[in-house]
């Protein structure tokens, strides 16, 4: 409380105030153009349809797509990271490991910054939006008024609890830290409803559904209440959790290649750790997710289904793969660099099955990233007799690529449990038992995966879809779901043989988790493309047309550039807001350099620039 | 130089700075953003080596009914607005089953020419036996709108030509008239007591 | 000595992989596209640096005779001319790519033809009115040879007449491939709309596929569709 509202004052204030100068000179940036675009106005009479802005340069079109692609990002970002801050809360007071609430409150700090950016880019994008787009915002307002209303309020109760949560962080600690801790609860309630809400927008436009007479309610209600809305619900906020996750884990690996403070490497390392493995765990049941949100577009519509998987935008999804592949080695390449060099001596024990894990994932990522209709020059399509490869054609096919993804994530999830166990010397009775039983499972759940992805040739469509994928991705959670606790089990009991050692990890482990960040924010900007062109020339599908010079959809490379382009602002713009929220604590360490030494047997503490208040 | 030709150039060239800056420079944040400039780079790179397609909008089709020649044509005009502007597919199917409201395959020759009037433009007014909905609540419940109201707003012509084709796809005869469709502006004659 | 080998496993792998893909598998099958052969080698490239780096010792092993090269210290002999040699050809092969790209050429661009695109909307939903009876089916097999045999092959297999004179050539029924994971309404459009209704990425431009709807009646078109399933052996597909 006290030494607390003393660092606001002092060096807090100034940072926020330069932070804040600094986005509304970008807001006048942006309104200036806006401004050169609203001098031009439609012939009166008429009700204007669309404006656009700096045509042949940028482009209305454009600027809606970078300012809502930042909008999301930074949406999904405060979003998720109130997630697994209150995870790390609850984790914090159930194992009484002081670094995990210091962690959760480090990101919490973040999150405060990265909310008001948040909130002001969803302004930017609602003026925009309304200046450019008048016909369908009109329209959709018509829809979704009370929801807008809804969505207001939900933002009201979300500012609040956010502020408690986190100017109430130390004064609750101890006994309060129940209430604390429900706060929490709620912030992530709203969250998600103001996540939801949104959603019900977009996937409105995406698949909407007819709207008949009745009260403002329930036409709102019913158009919210559109077949891919719940799937893009729990697809978003699992993503959300991945991106927290890895955005994290990169935030942990810059400041760990940056500090030269063998007691903060050894924070920053843990806090890597951290990242990447919430990041990877929620990456496990996202292609999941992906896979219902497919299925309901499919059934709401399959011309936008065949459009997504093996039309205009089939070449994206293979992009989508190599970016997922990417992930994936990332992910588990990290996972075995925290072996071989936490654990000392762990070379010769791990080399082998780390070999065969990154052949089997190779050998997927190949099989996944072999498109169905391939590029090929004239004479390479004449001697293949078209563009399909009569062998490789096989590997095109929905069947092979659910069974890929499907081993991949038991792989990934082995290389986890692998790293779990490292170190550590069972010593229950029952665990050579339980080991074969885990063994036996994971041998089983493959080939059940492998034979239903091979038969799934040979079965007509609706049943592979139905049945084989459902079982597919069935069997795998299975394995999930059986083999996490049962390890708990036994390593609770175990006796650790060799101490992790923090803080010495290679440069390369660290790019490893930026790396990560910068590919699930490029999936993020490459399937919002993909969202918004399965809905080609519409902009409701099928309800209102886009009849806007900007109704066609960008051939891929180009819509690469500005996914690219947006990535990178995204990093640089979640950049500035960490350094903004840390300059506050710099000052702090100075002063409390003794503290430093100290504390340096608990390393983790000493990293974390603020919290020095919150331990008392 | 092409478009393509040009993001190539930005694209490798952000690949040479951030190969340099990581050869040259020691500062590790400016390191991290090459790092990551090159990634991007790379990634733009391998989309921009597809060959690109950009998806155009379909030419605007506007319907006139001056220029219609035959029921087939009127029936194929029906056909398009069944599955564009009248968002009958946004829940009908034809056929295929499993749609979220009545399935309509042979509703042409099931129901007469003035019962599918009705029951566009007075969708409640009496609801087949059949279609009675009966069991769990449906996961996306819908009432049937008045296709001649707001917000469809089909006109008199178009609902026609939604008829025609129902009839057409069903394998009837079209029993829409050419001369009903020609009859222009909203006080037609086809009117549903006289149909 | 376990350094060299290392980073010459690594070469040797690749190198392997090229000619598995490039030379072998042409013996078995149809040659595979280059844009493939470069994505396998990529793979091979990551899982060979991933493995390399996976310790310090053996990051070593992977770069450290890769560097030495480079740098050029104590290297002599054939080893120093082959390291002027590589930093001549480096840059001489990225201006040779580069050149091959800009430079305007006879052969038409690589392309990526989607044989299946998504249909327009007004086909998706429809199903075939003609009832399935063998006296449907038979007048389907008639039309069939008459209309659709000479390029499609009187055996439904892409094999008549005329098809060698198309490139791509024409559909094979029998190949499980393609219609059979159709639906009776997207064969519909194709017939209908014929290759000039096909959306760009189609590659309207490429199909020879007439445009029947100037010439046979709708029934005519559902009744040629059945045969071809009866003919082929096939059954239309579900929705994929």
């Given at each position: 409380?006290?030494?607390?509202?003393?660092?606001?004052?002092?060096?807090?204030?100034?940072?926020?105030?330069?932070?804040?100068?600094?986005?509304?000179?970008?807001?006048?940036?942006?309104?200036?153009?806006?401004?050169?675009?609203?001098?031009?106005?439609?012939?009166?009479?008429?009700?204007?349809?669309?404006?656009?802005?700096?045509?042949?340069?940028?482009?209305?079109?454009?600027?809606?797509?970078?300012?809502?692609?930042?909008?999301?990002?930074?949406?999904?970002?405060?979003?998720?990271?109130?997630?697994?801050?209150?995870?790390?809360?609850?984790?914090?007071?159930?194992?009484?490991?002081?670094?995990?609430?210091?962690?959760?409150?480090?990101?919490?700090?973040?999150?405060?910054?990265?909310?008001?950016?948040?909130?002001?880019?969803?302004?930017?994008?609602?003026?925009?939006?309304?200046?450019?787009?008048?016909?369908?915002?009109?329209?959709?307002?018509?829809?979704?008024?009370?929801?807008?209303?809804?969505?207001?309020?939900?933002?009201?109760?979300?500012?609040?609890?956010?502020?408690?949560?986190?100017?109430?962080?130390?004064?609750?600690?101890?006994?309060?830290?129940?209430?604390?801790?429900?706060?929490?609860?709620?912030?992530?309630?709203?969250?998600?409803?103001?996540?939801?809400?949104?959603?019900?927008?977009?996937?409105?436009?995406?698949?909407?559904?007819?709207?008949?007479?009745?009260?403002?309610?329930?036409?709102?209600?019913?158009?919210?209440?559109?077949?891919?809305?719940?799937?893009?619900?729990?697809?978003?906020?699992?993503?959300?959790?991945?991106?927290?996750?890895?955005?994290?884990?990169?935030?942990?690996?810059?400041?760990?290649?940056?500090?030269?403070?063998?007691?903060?490497?050894?924070?920053?390392?843990?806090?890597?750790?951290?990242?990447?493995?919430?990041?990877?765990?929620?990456?496990?049941?996202?292609?999941?997710?992906?896979?219902?949100?497919?299925?309901?577009?499919?059934?709401?519509?399959q011309q936008?289904?065949?459009?997504?998987?093996?039309?205009?935008?089939?070449?994206?999804?293979?992009?989508?793969?190599?970016?997922?592949?990417?992930?994936?080695?990332?992910?588990?390449?990290?996972?075995?660099?925290?072996?071989?060099?936490?654990?000392?001596?762990?070379?010769?024990?791990?080399?082998?099955?780390?070999?065969?894990?990154?052949?089997?994932?190779?050998?997927?990522?190949?099989?996944?990233?072999?498109?169905?209709?391939?590029?090929?020059?004239?004479?390479?399509?004449?001697?293949?007799?078209?563009?399909?490869?009569?062998?490789?054609?096989?590997?095109?096919?929905?069947?092979?690529?659910?069974?890929?993804?499907?081993?991949?994530?038991?792989?990934?999830?082995?290389?986890?449990?692998?790293?779990?166990?490292?170190?550590?010397?069972?010593?229950?009775?029952?665990?050579?038992?339980?080991?074969?039983?885990?063994?036996?499972?994971?041998?089983?759940?493959?080939?059940?995966?492998?034979?239903?992805?091979?038969?799934?040739?040979?079965?007509?469509?609706?049943?592979?879809?139905?049945?084989?994928?459902?079982?597919?991705?069935?069997?795998?959670?299975?394995?999930?779901?059986?083999?996490?606790?049962?390890?708990?089990?036994?390593?609770?009991?175990?006796?650790?043989?060799?101490?992790?050692?923090?803080?010495?990890?290679?440069?390369?482990?660290?790019?490893?988790?930026?790396?990560?960040?910068?590919?699930?924010?490029?999936?993020?900007?490459?399937?919002?493309?993909?969202?918004?062109?399965?809905?080609?020339?519409?902009?409701?599908?099928?309800?209102?047309?886009?009849?806007?010079?900007?109704?066609?959809?960008?051939?891929?490379?180009?819509?690469?550039?500005?996914?690219?382009?947006?990535?990178?602002?995204?990093?640089?713009?979640?950049?500035?807001?960490?350094?903004?929220?840390?300059?506050?604590?710099?000052?702090?360490?100075?002063?409390?350099?003794?503290?430093?030494?100290?504390?340096?047997?608990?390393?983790?503490?000493?990293?974390?620039?603020?919290?020095?208040?919150?331990?008392? | 130089?092409?478009?393509?030709?040009?993001?190539?150039?930005?694209?490798?060239?952000?690949?040479?700075?951030?190969?340099?800056?990581?050869?040259?420079?020691?500062?590790?944040?400016?390191?991290?953003?090459?790092?990551?400039?090159?990634?991007?780079?790379?990634?733009?790179?391998?989309?921009?080596?597809?060959?690109?397609?950009?998806?155009?909008?379909?030419?605007?089709?506007?319907?006139?009914?001056?220029?219609i020649q035959d029921k087939k044509e009127l029936a194929s005009i029906g056909q398009k607005i069944f599955f564009g502007?009248?968002?009958c597919a946004?829940?009908h199917t034809i056929g295929t089953g499993?749609g979220?409201?009545p399935d309509l395959k042979g509703v042409g020759a099931k129901l007469t020419r003035?019962?599918l009037?009705?029951?566009?433009?007075?969708?409640?007014?009496?609801?087949?036996?059949?279609?009675?909905?009966?069991?769990?609540?449906?996961?996306?419940?819908?009432?049937?709108?008045?296709?001649?109201?707001?917000?469809?707003?089909?006109?008199?012509?178009?609902?026609l030509a939604v008829i025609a084709f129902l009839q057409n796809m069903s394998g009837e005869e079209v029993t829409i008239e050419l001369?009903?469709i020609?009859?222009?502006?909203?006080?037609?004659?086809?009117?549903?007591?006289?149909? | 000595?376990?350094?060299?080998?290392?980073?010459?496993?690594?070469?040797?792998?690749?190198?392997?992989?090229?000619?598995?893909?490039?030379?072998?598998?042409?013996?078995?099958?149809?040659?595979?596209?280059?844009?493939?052969?470069?994505?396998?080698?990529?793979?091979?490239?990551?899982?060979?640096?991933?493995?390399?780096?996976?310790?310090?010792?053996?990051?070593?092993?992977?770069?450290?005779?890769?560097?030495?090269?480079?740098?050029?210290?104590?290297?002599?002999?054939?080893?120093?001319?082959?390291?002027?040699?590589?930093?001549?050809?480096?840059?001489?092969?990225?201006?040779?790519?580069?050149?091959?790209?800009?430079?305007?050429?006879?052969?038409?661009?690589?392309?990526?033809?989607?044989?299946h695109?998504?249909p327009p909307g007004e086909f998706v939903g429809l199903t075939n009115p003609v009832p399935n009876t063998p006296e449907n089916v038979m007048m389907g097999k008639g039309l069939f040879a008459a209309f659709c045999s000479p390029c499609h092959g009187p055996?439904f297999?892409?094999?008549g007449?005329?098809?060698?004179?198309?490139?791509?050539?024409p559909a094979?029924f029998?190949?499980?491939?393609t219609i059979a994971?159709l639906q009776e309404s997207y064969l519909f459009w194709r017939i209908k709309k014929g290759g000039v209704g096909l959306?760009?990425?189609?590659?309207?431009?490429?199909s020879?596929m007439p445009r029947w709807e100037v010439e046979l009646p709708d029934d005519w078109i559902w009744k040629i569709i059945m045969a071809e399933y009866a003919g082929s052996g096939q059954k239309p597909g579900t929705w994929?």
């Amino acid at each position: 409380m006290e030494p607390y509202e003393r660092h606001w004052r002092s060096g807090g204030r100034q940072a926020r105030l330069w932070a804040y100068a600094a986005l509304v000179l970008l807001l006048f940036t942006v309104a200036a153009p806006l401004g050169l675009a609203w001098a031009q106005e439609a012939p009166a009479g008429s009700a204007t349809e669309y404006r656009d802005i700096l045509p042949g340069i940028l482009g209305s079109r454009n600027l809606i797509w970078i300012i809502a692609q930042q909008h999301l990002l930074l949406a999904g970002f405060v979003l998720g990271v109130p997630i697994f801050a209150w995870v790390c809360e609850i984790v914090g007071v159930r194992t009484r490991d002081p670094r995990y609430d210091t962690l959760a409150k480090e990101f919490t700090k973040l999150l405060t910054s990265a909310y008001a950016t948040t909130a002001l880019f969803g302004g930017i994008l609602l003026f925009l939006l309304l200046g450019l787009y008048p016909k369908l915002m009109v329209y959709l307002t018509d829809v979704f008024f009370p929801s807008f209303i809804v969505y207001s309020v939900l933002f009201l109760l979300e500012t609040a609890t956010l502020y408690l949560y986190w100017y109430g962080w130390d004064s609750m600690q101890g006994a309060k830290k129940g209430l604390h801790l429900f706060l929490g609860f709620l912030l992530n309630v709203f969250a998600f409803f103001i996540m939801i809400v949104p959603n019900s927008w977009a996937t409105f436009q995406a698949s909407p559904v007819v709207i008949t007479e009745g009260s403002m309610w329930a036409k709102a209600w019913a158009a919210t209440w559109n077949p891919t809305w719940w799937p893009v619900n729990v697809h978003r906020l699992i993503a959300n959790v991945v991106l927290g996750g890895f955005i994290c884990g990169a935030y942990a690996g810059l400041k760990y290649l940056m500090t030269q403070n063998q007691a903060e490497r050894v924070h920053y390392d843990w806090m890597g750790y951290v990242g990447n493995f919430i990041g990877v765990f929620g990456m496990l049941p996202l292609p999941f997710a992906g896979y219902w949100l497919m299925r309901e577009i499919y059934q709401y519509n399959q011309q936008m289904g065949i459009t997504l998987m093996g039309g205009f935008l089939s070449w994206l999804f293979i992009l989508q793969a190599i970016l997922i592949g990417i992930l994936f080695l990332g992910a588990n390449y990290y996972f075995w660099l925290g072996i071989m060099y936490r654990i000392p001596g762990s070379e010769a024990k791990y080399r082998k099955p780390i070999m065969t894990m990154l052949v089997i994932l190779l050998v997927c990522l190949g099989v996944w990233m072999t498109p169905h209709s391939l590029v090929a020059s004239l004479e390479e399509a004449r001697k293949m007799g078209g563009t399909h490869h009569p062998l490789l054609g096989v590997f095109g096919v929905m069947s092979a690529k659910m069974t890929v993804v499907n081993v991949m994530i038991l792989v990934t999830f082995m290389s986890f449990v692998m790293y779990w166990r490292a170190g550590k010397q069972e010593t229950a009775t029952w665990a050579k038992a339980a080991k074969i039983g885990q063994g036996v499972i994971l041998g089983v759940a493959t080939i059940v995966v492998v034979v239903l992805g091979v038969w799934g040739y040979f079965v007509p469509a609706i049943t592979r879809i139905n049945y084989f994928s459902t079982t597919q991705v069935l069997v795998v959670l299975f394995v999930l779901l059986t083999i996490t606790p049962l390890t708990a089990l036994v390593l609770k009991s175990a006796k650790t043989t060799t101490e992790m050692v923090w803080g010495i990890m290679p440069p390369r482990a660290a790019y490893a988790l930026v790396l990560n960040a910068v590919m699930v924010i490029l999936l993020m900007t490459l399937m919002g493309y993909a969202r918004s062109s399965s809905r080609v020339h519409w902009h409701v599908y099928g309800v209102m047309q886009d009849t806007s010079p900007y109704a066609y959809s960008p051939a891929l490379g180009y819509a690469a550039a500005f996914m690219s382009l947006n990535t990178f602002l995204f990093c640089l713009m979640v950049a500035f807001i960490f350094w903004v929220a840390s300059l506050g604590g710099e000052k702090k360490e100075g002063t409390s350099g003794k503290a430093h030494v100290k504390e340096a047997v608990k390393p983790a503490v000493a990293g974390a620039p603020v919290p020095a208040a919150g331990r008392r | 130089m092409t478009e393509v030709q040009l993001l190539q150039t930005i694209g490798l060239s952000v690949l040479g700075l951030g190969g340099a800056i990581l050869l040259f420079v020691k500062a590790r944040f400016v390191r991290v953003v090459a790092f990551v400039s090159i990634v991007l780079g790379g990634f733009t790179l391998v989309a921009l080596s597809i060959p690109q397609m950009a998806s155009l909008p379909p030419a605007v089709e506007k319907f006139d009914v001056t220029s219609i020649q035959d029921k087939k044509e009127l029936a194929s005009i029906g056909q398009k607005i069944f599955f564009g502007k009248a968002q009958c597919a946004l829940c009908h199917t034809i056929g295929t089953g499993e749609g979220r409201c009545p399935d309509l395959k042979g509703v042409g020759a099931k129901l007469t020419r003035g019962f599918l009037y009705e029951s566009l433009t007075q969708p409640q007014a009496y609801i087949y036996k059949d279609y009675e909905h009966v069991g769990q609540p449906k996961f996306f419940p819908a009432k049937m709108p008045y296709i001649n109201k707001k917000p469809i707003a089909l006109s008199n012509n178009e609902i026609l030509a939604v008829i025609a084709f129902l009839q057409n796809m069903s394998g009837e005869e079209v029993t829409i008239e050419l001369s009903e469709i020609e009859a222009p502006g909203p006080a037609s004659t086809a009117r549903k007591g006289e149909l | 000595m376990r350094g060299s080998s290392l980073a010459m496993k690594g070469a040797v792998l690749l190198v392997a992989v090229f000619v598995v893909f490039k030379f072998v598998a042409p013996l078995v099958t149809a040659p595979l596209p280059m844009s493939l052969i470069w994505l396998y080698l990529f793979l091979t490239t990551v899982g060979i640096v991933v493995y390399g780096t996976l310790s310090s010792e053996s990051t070593e092993a992977l770069l450290g005779p890769i560097f030495r090269f480079l740098g050029g210290d104590g290297l002599n002999g054939v080893a120093k001319f082959a390291r002027l040699a590589v930093l001549v050809l480096v840059p001489l092969l990225v201006g040779g790519q580069t050149y091959s790209e800009l430079v305007p050429s006879s052969q038409p661009p690589a392309e990526n033809r989607t044989i299946h695109p998504a249909p327009p909307g007004e086909f998706v939903g429809l199903t075939n009115p003609v009832p399935n009876t063998p006296e449907n089916v038979m007048m389907g097999k008639g039309l069939f040879a008459a209309f659709c045999s000479p390029c499609h092959g009187p055996k439904f297999n892409g094999n008549g007449p005329a098809s060698d004179g198309f490139n791509p050539p024409p559909a094979n029924f029998v190949d499980p491939g393609t219609i059979a994971q159709l639906q009776e309404s997207y064969l519909f459009w194709r017939i209908k709309k014929g290759g000039v209704g096909l959306n760009v990425e189609g590659h309207p431009w490429k199909s020879a596929m007439p445009r029947w709807e100037v010439e046979l009646p709708d029934d005519w078109i559902w009744k040629i569709i059945m045969a071809e399933y009866a003919g082929s052996g096939q059954k239309p597909g579900t929705w994929e």
